[in-house]
């Protein structure tokens, strides 16, 4: 069979559509099976002949007349909530993680603004379930993955993708609050059957048809999606690091600044103390998970008031299922107290 160039097809193609303003019609990310016209040519390209349509097109990597996509895509600011709550049910819908976190992204995008986002279909995370079927990378990152291949410029993602991984791997998960919300681990690596099978033991669960397993995975694919929305706003300038939102805090004659390793990161906090006894603590910057080590964080503090002795503040009892947040906040205050002289 005789090979043909790509000019020469491109020359093939434009004597039957000499004339005609294409459109393209794909399957959507707003529903399998709509359709959407790509925007129609323009009527200067019309009036050209086969030849210079074609060569045309070569030139402006154009081809009938529809524009190629280029990367990166242009990053508009989705709201994180919304997208968490239609990863989670999409999680249901399109048979798994991949396929959700990346729709959470180019499915929002696709119905606010059409072109490009619509030309890439619902199914293109679809193969990151189950670990892309051997248990092996987790396809919720797996969809990250993909979204951040085509928003971050191909330089950067690297770094983009490292960040996402060390977050996925230090941080207690899920925390969007599913069906289920009763059991949340840490994934000792980015491979599914790592990641799940904590999670399956910590829970009892031995199946994977059972609705708390689906549960927790969606939730999980939520949160993955709201992280990636975060680190590449961060790389956009839409926002700030977590640290350097920080405050600088003023103290008195009477205050300590502390510090101790929380399981997301330093915690700080500023004790207060008058008489030789505590009155006062404050936590003054943290990255603990939400409605998990923030649990610790907003009850822990006022139960130091009183306390004087570094045995008197370890007696102080933790938070339940926040224990590494409650014994960062103790050490915290004790390093504070240390500096008294």
Request: contains cysteine; glycine residues 8%.
């Amino acid at each position: 069979m005789k090979e043909i160039t790509r000019r020469e097809f491109l020359h093939k193609a434009g004597k039957t559509f000499v004339g005609v303003a294409a459109f393209a019609a794909v399957p959507t990310l707003t529903g399998c099976g709509q359709e959407t016209k790509v925007p129609e040519a323009t009527t200067a390209a019309t009036e050209l002949s086969s030849e210079e349509q074609s060569t045309t097109a070569i030139e402006n990597n154009v081809t009938d007349n529809i524009p190629a996509i280029r990367l990166p895509l242009e990053w508009h600011e989705l709201d994180k909530k919304e997208v968490q709550a239609r990863v989670y049910e999409q999680w249901f819908k399109l048979g798994g993680c991949g396929a959700a976190v990346f729709d959470g992204f180019l499915g929002v995008l696709a119905e606010k603004y059409g072109y490009p986002y619509n030309q890439f279909p619902q199914e293109i995370g679809f193969l990151g379930h189950s670990g892309y079927t051997c248990g092996s990378y987790c396809g919720a990152l797996g969809g990250a993955t993909l979204a951040i291949s085509l928003f971050i410029p191909k330089d950067n993602q690297d770094d983009v993708l490292k960040e996402l991984q060390a977050w996925y791997t230090s941080t207690v998960l899920p925390i969007y609050d599913g069906e289920y919300d009763d059991v949340h681990t840490t994934a000792p690596s980015v491979n599914c059957v790592d990641s799940l099978g904590t999670w399956m033991s910590a829970a009892g669960v031995e199946e994977r048809k059972d609705p708390r397993r689906k549960s927790r995975c969606a939730a999980l694919s939520a949160d993955v999606a709201a992280k990636t929305i975060e680190l590449i706003n961060i790389f956009y300038g839409i926002e700030k690091p977590a640290e350097a939102e920080n405050a600088v805090t003023e103290t008195g004659n009477n205050d300590y600044i502390g510090t101790a390793k929380g399981i997301e990161g330093d915690i700080q906090v500023k004790v207060t103390v008058d008489g030789g006894k505590i009155s006062d603590v404050k936590v003054i910057s943290h990255n603990e998970t939400p409605n998990i080590g923030t649990k610790a964080i907003d009850t822990i503090p006022e139960k130091f008031i009183g306390l004087a002795t570094p045995e008197e503040i370890d007696s102080v009892d933790a938070v339940s299922g926040a224990t590494i947040t409650s014994n960062a906040l103790k050490e915290a205050v004790k390093d504070a107290l240390s500096q008294i002289k």
